[in-house]
């Protein structure tokens, strides 16, 4: 090791890095020569020694490597303090405590004013790695002084160091506008390096600031021009860098489509690109097809299926269909190009293309019958179940123009039992439709498949589908032909859009392995690292009402959260949920006695409302609960709320909106790690929010909140996500309104009014549940017609009454009226009897259900007497049905690269839907590969769905 | 960062092995799962980034060499693989070709390379100019060199000027520029042009003493716009001339805060050759071939082909190296060619027609024509039909760029811009030059 030969000594080091692990003791003998070399007069060896000694992961060799790294880091050559930076990060990865009781991190900060732009840029790389273990330490701190000198590092080291410096850059969070510009001004001419990976971080930070920008700006117009062309560059890269550059031009396509919206062509396909290439433009030029350039994308298309590789081909014609969906004056030229197809009869090709046809058929109902007789001919040749399950979906739901449904149907159920999944549940729906269209004929048919699919086979989804089926059709088949045939939400382009906030994540990451994969790093990567959620700054407030029209189709309307889809165990679901065991001996269709397992779900009060309705159902027996003492459960929160409502020390209730109680600390910071939160509920011109107070008491910068509400008994949730715009630093405290809206998914609470919320910033998640006031819920229509009043009022039972009285309110009638109209209580009709004001009020909460009273003053006596009486919406069977006939879906076609909407349900079926995507998910072969599947908006019958299970 | 680099010969086994990070685990295990699941894998590789148990295998190919770069962290992809191209490109300028027994002989070298340019897995200095400082083939000996010459590679290595040394000396102060394109070209069988681009790249080669601020002029029309401002009359001249430049990258030798607020190209170049500048245009370019297929089923087992091209570039001008594959069904059993010009030839093997011409002149016309017989089969698939491609090489920029100066500076010694022998030579070869039929 004391030679003077450097290419020795070299060699030497290697190979007690490789070895020094497994003999420990071996290489302690080594230490004085790395403490010597350390010294040495050539800044070469001196470099060579203390990079060799970082990685030597010998926990006694680390202790002595300290008084050379110290030496190193303040050494006068360059080329040893640069090595000194990353020996650091070296360190800290093997002691990290190490590192900080050493003070080599302020060593380190201070190596970022170094005057060699090397060093600077391995200081940074040092440092950004050491920050990401630590999330909350505020270990990089940025601000201008420092931004300013990394810029000026920027121009004057190597392209690696600027790779460094970019990714850096990336995660700092301009003050304003002013500053996001005029570092986008200096970072632009990195567009032009030759360098694509310096290009990309480029690109990064540049999508991430334009975000604070104004669109108003000129310089946000120049930006977006200046973007293309760099990108179209990275395209006659070397094709494994073509693949990155590509995968990340996905997401800046789907972020900002005005970009490249005139580059279409050159995502064409070349001949001799490889496979995964080509995959991957293509999924571009759909995301780029518009009306303007939709004929040369069609014949593109047209030309790629002809093509060799079987996935590309498939993948081509799928994009054909898309296509037809997203730009709606093609769609015709779609189909009469997936028929010519069609006729070229090479088998993957027609399957794909029936596949796609279906989508069609589901996107332009009614249209494009036609074609159905070309697809019929195909149908021997159909071998694989997506394709067969999208054939018999066509037949089903066009059973009526199609002469010889019922044979061709019959013909598939003559191998039920080797079909798969997915076919045999298409079967059974599409016979089911035949029968209700055309009864006469098919009884036997039906009769068939059902009892195949409840007696004979072992899936419980399949099972459980029929005897929906049987148990529909044998109650009510008018019902039946309501929730089987009726009309089928359209499907639209976005589902295999990214999901926004997801989107947003992953713009933050552009470039690396994140991108590539289209996973957030946390799916990746072990450990601590890349838990950090990075997210984009918010946009600044003058841009707000700039957002223009033409960023509406990149996804879900900005600032809408996507809505959740619970998984399991949604309320609908669990009402359908029909205990019926062991299939009963003997024909069901006699209605045999069935428990309605979920009954008990509508537990306490909520049942008493309901009981009475829900006996009236059909001839099904339910074992419906004794009718429970109402005033002690819906009583009490009402109750409260009234309370409230009538609270004097609050002063006079603002007329512009309801009532608004103070704020109340919901939680304190002590159970937070220093975040307090208390807030309120208003309702104001008909929208609801929460009023939130974040303040920070802890010592450190809190950022990146959010927030999520559990379900609850009206279906609350936030409006749009928690916006924090800046960093909370300590002592800090931040206003928020976060609007609500009750689309939320449903479930009982107790006592009603509880809502639980889960708030996360950097630091932790946060658990904490509040009551909020009943009366934020009452709708402003909520004023009754007095007829329709004294019916209902005469209507409602008995059970569903209660009386209490409020004390101490020395009010009169009148004064009492106004201001509970201000919260939405209606006065209908006012009485006087016997020297008592008697008042008729009604109100109605956001699920519908009304709530009529009667408040009896009398004057001189504080205490008010009132008599409440809630009347459900309509009755439990009537709703059930129609909740169904709006949520129903008849087809699915889970597939992991490519899957429209089918709505959102709260239906039995829509649950085992789910479940049999995610099990698809799971088995596909790599599951880095599929893009994340945005999430299906509500649709709006679910959310009355959800009303109707409120009650 | 990047956790460990492999080198595998085409059978699977590992050449070098060097691994820098811990985090990656147990050696033999991820370049095993890497041979297992991409280099043995049965089916074509389907991305060129593979993560195999929570692990990301970075791969390019050279040859039959296998460059992995393994790693567990997000990092920045892109820079990975612009670190293995200029891995090889390192690798390429040290010992020529990237072969196993070429890596079999430089064992040392290439460690001691990827322990330089590689620290913690971070990509360090790798200029090769730099880098042949001070690690060398024959091995350095410390001793012989002065402190002087030490500190003047670590300042080289760690430099704002990395890529250029102090104190080089020329008698003979020259330069040569080669402009050289590719034009791409993806034509329908109709005639239309689906879509056209020229990738070009300016390549210099320098033999300049000291150290020179170059500044390198071309017929940009950005540039010519805002010169041609004073007077109308050049503007409408010049203005045909210029050509519009979509995009361009340039070497780190090059301002690029500079360009980007003047658009001007101004630099101090490496000694040698280097890439000054690479370009991409897509507006007005000549493309120096038209390629006019005709092909005819005749029944099931013959196909008539007949193909045109026309050179279209002045007559004075010689292309050279034509070649025409025209590709043909697999189940070609016997094909009879006629070609008024050059020498074709059926290739059984490669499924293609090759024709050859040695040289054409400008605006002239060729034509071949085949008659292919098939072997009937009952493949319901019908034929591809790839398109036909070409190869050329013209003694132009098709793009249209003209180089308008390179101007040399050095205020420290005494030469002049005057002294300064220049060359300058353009070439336009095809990229891929496709027309479908």
Redesign the interface.
């Given at each position: 090791m004391q030679t003077?030969?450097?290419?020795l000594k070299?060699?030497v080091y290697?190979y007690l890095m490789?070895y020094a692990k497994s003999q420990p003791d071996m290489a302690i003998m080594a230490v004085n020569t790395f403490v010597k070399d350390c010294e040495d007069?050539?800044?070469?060896?001196r470099?060579l020694a203390v990079?060799t000694m970082?990685?030597i992961?010998v926990d006694k060799i680390t202790e002595y490597l300290c008084e050379p790294l110290r030496k190193c880091l303040k050494d006068e050559?360059?080329?040893?303090r640069?090595?000194a930076a990353?020996?650091v990060?070296?360190l800290h990865?093997i002691n990290a405590q190490l590192v900080e009781d050493q003070g080599f991190l302020d060593t380190l900060k201070d190596l970022i004013s170094d005057s060699?732009?090397?060093?600077v840029a391995?200081a940074v790389?040092a440092l950004s790695?050491i920050a990401e273990s630590h999330p909350s330490s505020n270990l990089l701190d940025l601000n201008p002084q420092s931004i300013n000198k990394l810029l000026t590092a920027l121009?004057?080291c190597?392209?690696?160091g600027q790779?460094?410096i970019l990714?850096c850059l990336a995660s700092y969070m301009p003050k304003d506008d002013r500053e996001a510009q005029s570092i986008c001004e200096?970072v632009?001419?990195?567009l032009?390096?030759?360098?694509?990976?310096v290009?990309?971080?480029a690109v990064k930070v540049l999508m991430k600031f334009m975000e604070m920008l104004s669109k108003d700006l000129d310089y946000y117009g120049t930006l977006l021009k200046k973007l293309a062309?760099?990108l179209?560059?990275l395209l006659?890269a070397?094709?494994?860098?073509q693949?990155?550059?590509l995968r990340n031009i996905n997401l800046i396509v789907q972020k900002r489509p005005e970009i490249l919206k005139h580059e279409m062509?050159?995502f064409?396909v070349?001949?001799?690109d490889?496979?995964?290439v080509k995959l991957e433009k293509l999924d571009i030029m759909i995301r780029l097809a518009s009306q303007a350039n939709i004929a040369?994308v069609l014949a593109?298309l047209k030309?790629y299926a002809?093509?060799?590789d079987v996935d590309f081909v498939r993948k081509a014609v799928r994009a054909i269909g898309r296509c037809a969906i997203k730009v709606e004056q093609s769609a015709e030229r779609c189909v009469s190009t997936l028929l010519d197809l069609i006729q070229?009869?090479?088998?993957y090709v027609v399957q794909e293309a029936i596949v796609v046809i279906k989508d069609i058929f589901r996107k332009y109902p009614n249209k494009y019958e036609s074609v159905i007789a070309t697809l019929c001919e195909n149908l021997d040749s159909l071998d694989e179940p997506e394709a067969r399950a999208a054939m018999i979906w066509i037949v089903g739901e066009y059973a009526e123009r199609i002469d010889n449904a019922d044979e061709l149907l019959e013909s598939f159920l003559e191998g039920f039992h080797d079909e798969s999944t997915q076919v045999q549940l298409q079967l059974l729906t599409a016979i089911v439709k035949l029968f209700l269209k055309k009864p006469t004929e098919t009884q036997e048919l039906v009769q068939q498949v059902l009892s195949l699919a409840t007696q004979d086979s072992d899936n419980p989804d399949l099972r459980d589908r029929g005897y929906i089926y049987w148990r529909l059709l044998s109650t009510d088949p008018v019902a039946a032909k309501e929730v089987v045939l009726a009309e089928k939400p359209l499907i639209s382009e976005e589902t295999d859009l990214i999901e926004p906030t997801l989107l947003d994540e992953l713009i933050c990451?552009i470039?690396?392995?994140?991108?590539?994969?289209h996973k957030p790093?946390s799916a990746?990567?072990?450990g601590s690292?890349?838990v950090v959620h990075k997210s984009l700054p918010p946009r600044t407030g003058s841009s707000e009402s700039a957002e223009s029209p033409e960023a509406a189709p990149t996804g879900a309307p900005p600032g809408e959260q996507p809505a959740v889809i619970p998984a399991q165990g949604d309320l609908l679901g669990d009402l359908l949920n029909l205990d019926l065991g062991p299939p009963v001996t003997g024909p069901p269709l006699t209605a045999a006695p069935v428990q309605m397992g979920a009954v008990d779900l509508l537990g306490g009060g909520l049942d008493s409302l309901m009981g009475d309705e829900a006996e009236g159902m059909g001839g099904t027996n339910f074992a419906a609960p004794p009718a429970g003492t109402m005033p002690a459960n819906l009583g009490a929160p009402i109750g409260g709320g009234l309370g409230d409502l009538f609270d004097l020390t609050s002063g006079v209730g603002s007329l512009s909106g309801s009532y608004v109680a103070p704020k109340a600390v919901w939680l304190p910071a002590m159970k937070a790690k220093g975040l307090e939160i208390s807030g309120t509920f208003t309702r104001q011109v008909g929208s609801i929010s929460m009023d939130l107070l974040l303040t920070n008491k802890a010592l450190q910068v809190m950022s990146d909140f959010a927030i999520q509400f559990n379900r609850n008994s009206f279906g609350l949730a936030p409006a749009a996500p928690l916006q924090v715009h800046a960093p909370l630093s300590p002592n800090q405290t931040v206003e928020i309104s976060l609007p609500l809206n009750t689309v939320g998914s449903v479930m009982k609470m107790d006592p009603l009014n509880n809502l639980q919320v889960a708030v996360k910033n950097n630091i932790d998640v946060f658990y904490f549940s509040t009551l909020y006031p009943l009366h934020i819920l009452f709708v402003e229509d909520g004023k009754m017609e007095r007829q329709m009043f004294l019916a209902t009022w005469k209507d409602i039972p008995n059970e569903n009454e209660a009386q209490f009285q409020i004390k101490d309110c020395p009010l009169n009638a009148e004064a009492v009226s106004s201001k509970l109209q201000a919260s939405n209580i209606f006065t209908i009709a006012k009485r006087n009897v016997e020297g008592q004001d008697m008042l008729y009020q009604s109100l109605k909460l956001t699920n519908s259900i009304w709530v009529l009273a009667e408040l009896r003053v009398q004057p001189g006596n504080p205490n008010l007497t009132v008599r409440l009486l809630a009347a459900p919406p309509r009755s439990l069977a009537h709703s059930l049905a129609h909740s169904l006939a709006h949520t129903h879906t008849d087809t699915h076609t889970p597939t992991h690269t490519h899957t429209h909407t089918h709505t959102h349900t709260h239906t039995r079926e829509g649950r085992l839907q789910h479940q049999e995507e995610e099990i698809l998910c799971s088995k596909s072969p790599?599951p880095?590969?599929g893009p994340r599947r945005h999430p299906r908006p509500p649709s709006p019958a679910s959310s009355r769905a959800g009303a109707a299970v409120g009650a | 960062?990047i956790g460990g680099l492999f080198i595998y010969n085409h059978k699977g086994e590992v050449l070098i092995s060097r691994?820098?990070?811990?985090?990656i685990g147990n050696r033999r295990n991820a370049v095993d799962a890497f041979r297992v699941n991409v280099i043995h894998a049965r089916q074509?590789?389907?991305?060129?980034?593979t993560?195999i148990a929570?692990t990301?295998f970075?791969?390019?190919k050279r040859s039959n060499i296998w460059l992995a770069a393994v790693?567990?962290?997000?990092?920045?992809?892109?820079?990975v693989?612009?670190?293995?191209?200029k891995m090889c490109d390192v690798m390429a300028a040290y010992f020529g070709k990237i072969s196993e027994e070429n890596i079999k002989n430089n064992f040392?070298l290439i460690?001691?390379l990827l322990?330089e340019i590689l620290?913690?897995g971070?990509?360090?200095?790798?200029?090769t100019g730099a880098l042949k400082t001070?690690i060398t083939q024959q091995?350095?000996?410390?001793?012989h060199?002065t402190?002087e010459e030490?500190?003047q590679?670590?300042?080289q290595?760690?430099?704002?000027i990395?890529w250029r040394r102090e104190g080089i000396k020329y008698r003979r102060n020259e330069l040569f520029l080669d402009v050289l394109e590719s034009v791409n070209l993806?034509m329908s069988p109709q005639g239309q042009v689906?879509?056209a681009?020229v990738?070009g790249r300016v390549v210099m080669k320098s033999y300049l003493s000291g150290m020179p601020e170059c500044k390198f002029g071309m017929n940009d029309k950005i540039v010519i716009e805002k010169q041609g401002k004073g007077t109308a009359d050049e503007t409408g001249k010049s203005g045909k001339q210029s050509i519009a430049i979509?995009?361009?990258?340039?070497?780190?030798c090059v301002?690029?805060?500079k360009?980007?607020s003047e658009r001007s190209i101004s630099f101090i170049p490496p000694d040698g050759e280097f890439?000054l500048?690479?370009y991409?245009t897509t507006k007005d370019i000549i493309l120096p071939f038209r390629v006019i297929p005709l092909v005819r089923e005749v029944g099931r087992t013959k196909l008539e082909v007949k193909v045109v091209i026309k050179s279209n570039f002045k007559p004075s001008l010689l292309a050279q190296k034509i070649e025409v594959r025209i590709p043909t069904p697999l189940n070609t059993s016997g094909v009879q060619v006629i070609c008024m010009k050059g020498k074709a030839k059926y290739k059984a093997s490669e499924n293609a027609i090759v024709w050859k011409i040695k040289r054409m002149a400008g605006m002239k016309e060729s034509q071949i024509s085949a008659e292919i017989e098939l072997l009937p089969t009952n493949d319901?698939?019908?034929w591809?039909?790839?398109?036909i491609?070409m190869n050329f090489e013209v003694p132009f920029a098709p793009s249209g760029l003209k180089v308008r100066y390179l101007k040399v500076f050095e205020p420290k010694l005494n030469y002049s811009d005057h002294d300064v022998i220049k060359w300058v030579r353009y070439i336009g070869r095809s990229g891929?030059y496709?027309t479908?039929c």
């Open positions: 003077d030969n450097l290419e070299k060699l290697l490789n007069p050539n800044p070469l060896i470099a990079r970082g990685c992961r050559d360059p080329y040893v640069k090595t990353v020996c990060a070296k990865d060699n732009p090397m060093v391995n790389a790695e121009n004057e190597t392209e690696w790779i460094f990714d200096r632009t001419p990195r032009s390096h030759a360098n694509s990976a290009v990309l971080s062309p760099p179209v560059t006659s070397e094709p494994e860098l693949y990155v550059a062509k050159v064409f070349k001949y001799n490889p496979i995964y040369q593109e030309e002809t093509e060799v070229t009869k090479v088998n990451y470039g690396t392995l994140a991108s590539v994969y790093p990746f990567v072990e690292r890349g790599c880095l590969e | 960062m691994v820098y990070r811990d985090d074509q590789v389907r991305s060129p980034v993560n929570r990301s970075f791969h390019v790693t567990k962290q997000n990092v920045n992809a892109a820079m693989f612009e670190f293995l191209y040392v460690y001691e322990d620290d913690f971070y990509p360090q200095n790798s200029e001070f091995g350095i000996k410390s001793q060199q402190k030490q500190s590679i670590t300042s290595v760690t430099g704002q990395g993806l689906l879509s681009h990738s979509d995009d361009c990258t340039f070497h780190q301002r690029l805060s360009f980007d890439e500048m690479r991409r319901k698939k019908k591809a039909r790839p398109p491609s891929i496709e479908r």
